[in-house]
């Protein structure tokens, strides 16, 4: 595991604690599970994880201080930004980004 997937599973875990109605899905997450149970060669790298929300997604304000407020203690390093709304068979998007330098760590992909 790379230290920027590392990264990005201490993102998603803060995210679980909060209680966050979401399920993670997708390649990222796919790869965690392999390696749970001895598969470690994959090498796909990601910088997305893909998610839905559990019953009714809420408004992108909403769910951008949603997530922001999951970061818990990582908000001091980390913040969220709508990157794509909701429309008609898309997905919402959301960058976290680094404070400061405003460098993209990963991006969640709502459907």
Partial sequence: MTEHEQLM???LGKISEANVPLVFK???ITKLVLAEHGFTLLN???IDVD???IDVPPSMTDLVNTI???LG???SQFHAVAIREYE???SAGISIRKNGSDAEI???VFQ
């Fill in 73 to 75: 203690d990582m908000q």
């Fill in 51 to 53: 998610a839905n929300w």
């Fill in 44 to 46: 796909r790298s990601t």
């Fill in 68 to 70: 922001q407020h999951s």
């Fill in 106 to 108: 990963m991006t969640l």
């Fill in 26 to 28: 997708g390649a990222l």
């Fill in 9 to 11: 599973y201490q993102v």
């Fill in 88 to 90: 008609e068979r898309k």
